[in-house]
């Protein structure tokens, strides 16, 4: 038996186990040994049978007896007396038929359990039972939990664990040797083993430290080689042209940000390098990331070169689209620019396609489609991804495969991470960070209103409409289903629309339409057509309607708290004083999540929250699918990331080869294909 084993092999494991084990996603030894535990019970401590009290305890005891029998029909029971020096105690089982058989009188065993009165004895109910002859698994130790589904117990895990043990205590070493000297770590086979059967509390620190060290090393190194590859790639190189920046400054309807002037002015720099360009900038909803995009493009125009603008959603390209269609019109620029989307009439897309391969468009906007129709860059010179955690690596591929050289790359996205977590995940890139708000900006008042209150959210909103501002209503839902406590686009605009504002127009939008008509619809609410807009979260991302001013949120428990600031982010987004909504359903207390929205606008604070919640997963998962994930190292820990990261660099300093660590390798490549750009 090796790691890549089936898990069938394990002694102990038969087809019923290796099935549900198969469902959890390990089909191997090494997928065993890579479940890590989710907790640990205690179970330590052995006491002395006259010392127990009432409560979790373990006993080191003889069997002195035991015999089962059914008591009625359905309901069987084994007992057992139990003895050490000092005294004897009773263990009873319900329904275990087999266990009295298992039970060998006159050996010693480990017996962990509850100790407290049943049926007005004194028992230990359904203890765990262990030889001592054995390394005990379940009972007399720190025992491992873990993730118990489709009905896979612990214990089932930790005897397979057990049984492979041999095979842990050779696993080889995956750091060099000085690494691990210099850090005083332990090796990765103890580390393992005592992750899974820590021997008491400091084994499970050291434990979690070197395992940490691990994820945060590798993460790291595989980051600091795609950015030195990056480093040596062929891109185009792109003068500034000030004159082209000035006259199109000046033609703006706003002033930009410090923010803003000082983010283009690092993106005109690395694009004037031979390297390509690899930048991530980082900005709350409405921070103005958009202009500054638009801002590079025009040198890589003027440079004869194309851009390909990608957004997550259709309406978002569209919008897109329109917007910088509007921002190049005074340069005389508008007529570069082309939309391809999968929603529009084949003769366009044809029309489209044509532009962009004979040249001719020089801006391309769009979404997948870019990638998945047969689309001719040769002259991609910039690829600009909006809403970058929307994208997957895959997809990001496909698309800079299309180009001969290595194109600039620009991602946005206004799900900002923390610092230390955005140089951990995104080490190979550049950052930029857009900290501020346009000036004229108010933050957004934002409110909880249960359900007696709604008649007064409808006369403010009716206020708003009045004096010419518009609103979005979102829901969960499309359509009304059974469990009418979950709001629909449908029903809450037949409600509106026949109720209190009969006499405004009410728009209605959700996923299922067919692409122009979103498209009507959007452009509808845009040029104030529509008042309202009752619709699900296909406006979550980007779109932006500056005249509205009221976000209304049904059934916001529904929502996870970076979608619901996402949503928010829709409003604000003008001089006018705007409010987001939270509709609660009269049986809920606000949960610590929508009060926290409630008291903060700042997307990095609301994100530091997120991922003290619900660990890094819940952001970077959104972003790889939970490929990458820190499952043990704290982001908290800042000393470990600390010198996790020293240590990675330290390692490409030192030239040394990665291909001589055969598993260190392994991890780094996948790490590297699930982050690079390349
Ligand atoms: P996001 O960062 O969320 O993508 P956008 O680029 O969509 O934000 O910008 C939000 C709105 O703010 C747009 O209407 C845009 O025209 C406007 N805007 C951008 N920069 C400024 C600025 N410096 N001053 C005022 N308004 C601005
Ligand atoms: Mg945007």
């Known amino acids: 038996m090796n790691l890549k084993s089936s898990v069938i092999e394990i002694k102990g494991v038969g087809s019923e186990v290796a ?11 090494e997928e065993l040994i890579d479940l890590y535990p989710r907790r640990y019970d205690d179970y330590s401590e052995i006491q002395k049978i006259s010392l127990i009290r009432p409560g979790i305890v373990t006993i080191n005891a003889t069997i002195k007896s035991s015999a089962g029998r059914y008591v009625k029909r359905g309901l069987h029971i084994t007992e057992a007396v139990a003895s050490d020096s000092t005294g004897s105690v009773r263990l009873v089982w319900f329904n275990q038929p087999y266990r009295s058989a298992s039970l060998k009188t006159n050996e010693d065993y480990y017996i962990s359990g509850e100790f407290g009165m049943s049926y007005q004895r004194l028992n230990i109910l359904n203890p765990s039972v262990e030889l001592v002859s054995n390394f005990p698994v379940n009972t007399a130790r720190i025992v491992p939990i873990y993730r118990e589904t489709k009905g896979l117990k612990s214990g089932q895990i930790r005897r397979a664990l057990r049984e492979v043990f041999p095979i842990i205590s050779a696993l080889p070493e995956t750091l060099p040797k ?7 770590m332990l090796s990765r086979a103890e580390a393992i083993e005592q992750i899974h059967f820590p021997g008491n509390q400091q084994e499970l620190i050291t434990a979690r430290r070197r ?20 480093s040596h790639g062929k891109s185009i190189i792109i003068p500034f042209e000030e004159k082209l920046a000035k006259d199109f400054v000046k033609h703006l309807p706003f002033i930009l940000t410090d923010d803003q002037k000082r983010v283009i002015w690092q993106i005109y720099k690395d694009i004037q390098k031979q390297a390509p360009m690899n930048r991530l900038i980082e900005g709350d909803v409405g921070s103005g990331k958009t202009v500054v995009a638009v801002m590079a493009s025009l040198m890589v125009v003027k440079k004869n070169f194309q851009v390909a603008f990608m957004a997550p959603t259709e309406i978002l390209a569209r919008q897109h ?16 620019i082309v939309l391809l989307v999968g929603g529009q009439k084949p003769a366009q897309k044809l029309e489209a396609k044509k532009r962009i391969s004979s040249g001719d468009a020089k801006i391309i906007v769009g979404t997948h489609a870019l990638i998945q129709n047969k689309v001719n860059m040769q002259k991609l010179g910039l690829v600009i991804i909006d809403e970058q955690h929307r994208f997957g690596v895959e997809q990001r591929k496909r698309l800079l495969a299309k180009a001969g050289h290595m194109p600039h790359v620009l991602s946005m996205t206004a799900t900002p991470i923390p610092r230390s977590l955005a140089l951990t995940l995104y080490g190979e890139l550049d950052i930029s960070v857009i900290e501020s708000k346009p000036a004229n900006r108010k933050d957004i008042i934002t409110k909880i209103i249960p359900l007696v209150e709604r008649h007064k959210i409808f006369d403010k909103l009716e206020n708003e409409l009045k004096s010419g501002r518009q609103a979005f209503v979102v829901c969960p839902l499309i359509t009304i289903t059974e469990n009418n406590s979950i709001k629909s686009v449908e029903q809450v605009y037949d409600e509106l629309s026949t109720g209190p504002f009969s006499h405004r127009k009410i728009g209605l939008l959700h996923g299922k339409l067919k692409s122009e008509a979103k498209d009507i619809i959007m452009q509808s609410f845009l040029n104030h057509k529509i008042d309202i807009l009752v619709t699900t979260t ?13 976000m209304m949120i049904e059934n916001p428990e529904k929502f996870g708290l ?14 006018h004083q705007s409010f987001c909504y939270l509709l609660l359903n009269d049986n809920l207390s606000p949960s610590h999540r929508l009060r926290l929205l409630e008291r903060s606008t700042d997307g990095f604070k609301l994100a530091e929250y997120d991922l003290e919640l619900r660990g890094p997963g819940a952001i970077y998962g959104q ?5 990458l994930d820190l499952r043990v190292a704290k982001l908290s820990d800042t000393k470990l990331i600390a010198k996790a990261r020293l240590a990675a660099q330290e390692f490409i300093d030192r030239h040394e080869n990665l291909l001589i660590y055969q598993q260190l390798n392994e991890r780094v490549q996948f790490n590297r294909s699930v982050t690079n750009l390349n």
Do not use: C, Y
């Open 178 to 184: 000085w690494l691990v000297e210099k850090e005083r």
């Open 538 to 550: 296909v406006i979550e991302v980007g779109v932006d309607v500056p005249n509205a001013t009221i």
């Open 562 to 575: 970076a979608q619901l600031h996402q949503l928010r982010g829709r409003v604000g987004r003008s001089k």
């Open 321 to 336: 689209a329109d917007s910088i269609h509007a921002l190049l019109k005074p340069l005389g620029m508008h007529e570069q």
């Open 211 to 230: 395992l940490g060290f691990d994820e945060v090393f590798e993460l790291t190194l595989a980051a600091l080689i795609n950015k030195l590859e990056n």
């Open 19 to 29: 099935k549900k084990m198969s469902i959890l996603g390990i089909e191997t030894v």
């Open 623 to 627: 972003i790889q699918h939970g490929q």
